[in-house]
Structures are given as C-alpha cells and as structure tokens.
C-alpha cells in the first residue's frame, strides 16, 4: 500500500512538473512575460505616447481687385487676365503652409456683364486660379461686398472658387450648404473654420434667401461653435469682418465679440475689413470649467491685395502660426506667431505695365542697402517708414518660450 501511495504521489508530480515547464515554454514563444511569486501573477503592457504635431498656418488679408489692378493683369494677346506676377516675390511664404487663408472682398460674377470697380466689385475669375497658385487653401467670403451682384453673383463667385480648387466659407448657394461646416484634417490636426461678416453696405438678403451670408449673430455664432466642438475639432479658427475703415485700433464692439468668442472655445480670431492693420495678441483663456487654453487674435490684417491709395491701406503681413497639439493630452500650444511685412508696391507710370507688386519690406529695404537702388531713394524711404508703422501697430512678433528665456539670459549675461 505504501508503494502504490508513493507511486501515486510522484506520478501527480511529475505531471504538475510538465504542465509547469510547457506553460512557460508556450509563454515565453509567445512573448509574454510573466512573474510569479506565491501571491500573484502580473503583466507589464508599456504605453505608447503618441508624438507631438506641429503645423504651420499662413493667413492673409482682405483681397481687393480694383480696376487699376485688372487693368495692369489683362494680356492683349490672350484677351484674358493674368495677376501671378503681383505674388512673385511673397509667394515663398506660402510655400511651406500646411494650410493657408485669406479673405475674398469682390465677386466673380461673370465677363459678361463687365469687370467692375467700387463701390460693387466684380473681377476677372482668373483672379481665383491666381490665388490658388499662389497656395490659398481657404478663402472666407463673408464680407460687405459679397452682395455686389446680387445673389446670382455669389453663387457665380462660389462657382469659381469651386473650379479654381479653393475651399470658401461665409457664403452659400443653398440652405443645405449653409448648414455645413469646414473642418479640415491638417496633418493630424483637426480645425473647425467659421466667419462672420458686420454687413453687406445695406444691400438686403433675398427674401427666403437668408442663410445667403454668415452675418455677426451671437445667437448663431454660439450654436456653430457648440456644433463644430461636437464634431471633436482641436482648433476652431473664426474670421470675423468686423471694425472701423482705417482706423488703426479695434473698436468696443469688436473687443467684446474678441471676448464672446474666447470664452466660448474659439481658438484664433482672424479679423479683416478695416483696410488697415491693427494689434495681435496672445493670450491664456480660462474656461468655465476652470481650465486654461492659449487664443490668439489680430483685430485686423488689413489689405493683402488692393489698388487703394489711403494712408495705411498698402502696409499688411502674411502671418505665420505655428501650432501644436500635445501627443500626451491632446492640448493645442500657440508656439509661435511671426509675420513678413508687405507692402501693394504701384510702379506708377504712363505705360508701365505689370506695375502692381506686394513687396516684401524687409527685403527690399536690404537689397537697397545693398547697392540695388532700382526701387528709388523716395520709395525706399517710404519702406522704412511703412516698416516702423506695421512693427509699431501690429506689435511684437510672439517667439516660443524657450527663445524668450535664451533671449532674457542672453541680456543678463551681458549685464554682468
């Protein structure tokens, strides 16, 4: 009996033992490690954080097409328009966008009832495949203007930004289109777009024709934020047409909407209208809810593209933002807010073809400095006053932290 009971003890071991050995075996081929003590048995799983994304967004201002500026595009030989060479020498600041946008201040509404200037704009649609080239991607169209040509012209216009490749907003042919709204994928990053216009220089919305033009609502701005946060948007991104003509400091209205819309979610507030440049700033936005987020807003970038002659109508910028959402919680961090002063350069001459040109001020100021004075000493002294009046307004670029911190020890350092 003792026998069979050993016999019975060292066949259960024995058994135990294989199964032991086998489990690890299995385990180990398949990766898993596992630790086993006499109270627990546990599984280490490493997180993956996924990498930050930075983008880079270009934004421009209002684009005017003045008949002085259709007259100097058209080719004879062609019998048809052609406005690329006015960009040649900013188009290198569209080139590195992931996205870029601006605003459309006339109408396309067709050669056969006539290009026309202000007060009710209509340009050559060879403007739209210009601005495309040039690497616009968006285009808001909500402005005092969009009504020049009536309600057909809109949709004219609309109808050619569509050929040209250009995305729009502000403007809508139909209700159902109204009722959509832009949100673009930017290389990981998810933006919502919104725009509002102040006006359309009292010409009425067709009656039944009311979702026609995005107007200043805060009822409806309100429910379009609350609509495109449920779409789960990193950036909601708001150009609003708003201010007084050529003044150089928003206004109340514009700093309480400023504020309206910060406290509701907005990320970037985008302004345009005024014709002229007036103050960006950052700032850090608390939230009902007790949380901080950063916004950013230029109160207005005055004219990217005109043939206007008022004082501060010609200076502007092409802003460079520079965004990035956090792998670790998804928060959206302002980096950085730089910007390329221009200038609408009109080599006034009778004959002069091609005259209109959006210089960049800087380089031009530089390439004069440096022995090419093909410019003129006048214009070259109304560059550098333009220069210090777009720093002076507009105020000082916005560095990321890290440069602001080398920069103050740099100081120190010297001091010592």
């Not at 019975?8 to 086998?22: P, S």
């Not at 008022?310 to 200076?315: A, G, K, L, P």
Request: net charge negative; proline share 2%.
């Amino acid at each position: 009996m003792k026998k069979v009971f050993i016999i019975l003890i060292l066949t259960i071991l024995i058994i135990f033992g294989i199964y032991f050995v086998d489990t690890e075996i299995i385990n180990k081929d398949k990766g898993i490690n596992v630790q086993q003590n006499s109270e627990n048995v546990s599984t280490e799983v490493e997180e993956i954080v996924p990498d930050d994304i930075t983008i880079n967004m270009t934004v421009a201002g209002d684009i005017l097409c003045h008949n002085t500026n259709f007259w100097d595009a058209y080719v004879a030989e062609i019998d048809d328009y052609d406005f690329s060479y006015s960009f040649e020498d900013i188009k290198k600041y569209f080139d590195n966008a992931d996205i870029a946008i601006g605003v459309l201040e006339t109408n396309f509404a067709g050669r056969d009832i006539g290009y026309t200037n202000y007060p009710l704009f209509n340009s050559p649609e060879h403007l739209a495949t210009d601005l495309k080239e040039l690497g616009f991607d968006v285009l808001a169209t909500a402005n005092n203007h969009c009504l020049d040509k009536g309600f057909s012209g809109l949709v004219s216009t609309l109808d050619e930004l569509d050929k040209a490749g250009l995305e729009h907003l502000g403007t809508y042919a139909t209700e159902e289109k109204s009722k959509e709204y832009l949100i673009k994928d930017v290389n990981g990053i998810k933006m919502a777009f919104l725009t509002y216009a102040y006006g359309t220089n009292g010409i009425p919305l067709p009656d039944g024709k009311e979702f026609a033009v995005n107007l200043i609502d805060k009822d409806k701005m309100l429910t379009d934020i609350e609509n495109v946060k449920k779409e789960d948007v990193d950036v909601i991104c708001v150009n609003m047409h708003w201010g007084d003509e050529y003044s150089l400091t928003p206004n109340s209205t514009q700093e309480e909407l400023a504020d309206f819309l910060f406290e509701n979610g907005v990320d970037l507030i985008l302004g345009s209208h005024t014709h002229c440049l007036e103050p960006m700033e950052k700032r850090t936005v608390t939230l009902e809810d007790g949380t901080t987020k950063d916004g950013f807003i230029i109160y207005s970038l005055g004219n990217f593209m005109s043939g206007q002659k008022h004082e501060n109508s010609r200076q502007s910028v092409i802003l460079d933002i520079q965004l990035t959402k956090s792998g670790v919680d998804g928060k959206i961090n302002i980096d950085s807010v730089t910007y390329t002063p221009i200038y609408m350069f009109n080599f006034y001459q009778s004959g002069t073809v091609q005259r209109f040109k959006i210089m960049d001020i800087e380089a031009e100021i530089a390439k004069y400095e440096a022995g090419d004075t093909s410019i003129g000493a006048s214009m070259y002294d109304t560059l550098k006053s333009e220069l210090a009046n777009v720093y002076k307004v507009v105020g000082n670029e916005i560095l990321p932290e890290e440069n602001i911190i080398e920069e103050s020890d740099s100081v120190d350092e010297g001091e010592n």
